[in-house]
């Protein structure tokens, strides 16, 4: 019995066994796949943009809830903010990928584009909008591994 344990001892530091986190690839790589965003997440975010609408150059801010469905579609509502306009009940369905290395990209209402930057768990993620002339960063925290709506 101690020969065995001294054995596995030596063979973790000498790297015969590896450690690694859970998700993680042997080689260190992170491994997510569309499924790591599933369930229903509230959603905050902020813009700030010259020419957005509902009201050109006021900051906007959102709030809601947003479902991945952990096969690359998005579905849910928010409430708008915009200078004092509010917008509720929006709804803005949309697509996503996700790779590997746990970036991905989605796409809103079929014209809003997004970097996205999730964590291994699949527990929380940022998306920052690429379209050009908009600041926009949207947070994403898990409420249920189950849809919400």
């Known amino acids: 019995m101690k ?3 001294t054995l596995a001892i030596f063979a973790t530091l000498a790297g015969v ?9 042997p080689r260190g790589a992170k491994i997510c796949t569309v499924a790591t965003l599933t369930g229903t997440y509230l959603l905050t975010a902020r813009l700030d943009s010259p020419g957005y609408t509902p009201i050109a150059g006021v900051p906007q801010v959102v709030g809601g809830l947003r479902t991945f469905d952990g096969a690359g579609d998005i579905s849910g ?5 915009a200078g004092g306009t509010i ?3 929006v709804r803005a369905p949309g697509v996503y990928t996700v790779n590997p290395d746990c970036t991905g990209t989605m796409t809103n209402a079929g014209t809003r584009h997004y970097d996205l930057f999730i964590a ?4 929380e993620a940022v998306a920052i909008r690429t379209d050009p002339g908009v600041v926009e960063m949207l947070r994403f925290r898990i409420v249920s591994k189950h849809p919400l709506d």
Do not use: F
């Open 77 to 81: 509502s928010a409430t708008v903010n």
């Open 120 to 123: 291994l768990d699949g527990t």
């Open 17 to 25: 066994i590896p450690l690694r986190a859970e998700g993680e690839h």
């Open 3 to 5: 020969r065995i344990a």
């Open 87 to 89: 917008a509720q009940n």
